[in-house]
């Protein structure tokens, strides 16, 4: 059975703070594991356009200038894999990562094409600088590409393992990089998902549970209109 955001009480805990931007898929899937794990949080939202990220006392938190950035106290992490491994480690409610040891390694197969192959091929400083040098037209050109690439990767990786989720009928790490990466490349990107079978199911599947729904970019308080 999914897991959900009523899943399990919200733990007591000193309030955890991520620094996000809307329409950052690292960050959304930060968002769906703080949801899945019952998590609460405060929203600090970093304007990737306005460059509130080159700020330095952002510069401080994240290295790179790069969101989401996560902080447990006096503990400050800047990449969502390794917010997401801490919170799996530190919070052990509706485990991210399945038992079964072929299904884990799968899970981190699956988000390492979309964190490794896919996502840094398409985000924001990328696409300007193809803007800049070549076209408009070329920085979508470029990104589809990619992502049907990777695309064609997890449909052929995940085949064997895929039920109503990415590997079974729980949600797991996986799914929380799939989620906003096929969600981007059909609204954002206009990719062709006919191609795309399983993903086209599991994008179905993830938009009818509320922690996915609640991390949704247009349901975040620095939503831009638009």
């Known amino acids: 059975m999914a897991k959900n955001v009523g899943d399990s009480k919200l733990q007591e805990q000193p309030k955890l703070k991520l620094y996000s931007y809307w329409r950052s898929s690292c960050s959304w899937r930060v968002r769906i594991a703080l949801n899945l794990k019952g998590l609460k949080y405060e929203y600090k939202a970093v304007n990737l356009l306005k460059g509130e990220q ?6 401080k938190l994240s290295p790179l200038n790069y969101v989401p950035v996560l902080v447990d106290e006096d503990i400050v992490i ?8 801490y919170l799996e480690e530190k919070y052990h409610q ?74 079974g009928d729980e949600v797991f790490l996986a799914d929380l990089f799939l989620a906003p990466q096929i969600h981007g490349a059909i609204t954002r990107f206009k990719l062709d998902m006919t191609q795309f079978p399983l993903l086209s199911k599991l994008h179905e599947a993830y938009g009818e549970l509320p922690a996915f729904q609640a991390a949704m970019p247009e349901k975040q308080p620095d939503r831009v209109e638009g």
């Open 54 to 59: 080159f700020s330095s006392d952002f510069s």
């Open 78 to 85: 800047a990449d969502s894999f390794a917010i997401l491994m």
């Open 94 to 167: 509706n485990p991210l990562l399945p038992q079964d040891l072929h299904k884990r390694a799968i899970n981190f197969q699956a988000a390492n094409i979309v964190s490794s192959s896919i996502q840094p091929l398409q985000n924001l400083s990328v696409l300007k600088y193809i803007e800049e040098k070549v076209s408009s037209d070329e920085k979508f050109a470029w990104a589809q590409r990619h992502i049907g690439k990777g695309f064609a990767a997890l449909e052929q990786l995940l085949k064997g393992f895929a039920g109503r989720y990415a590997t």
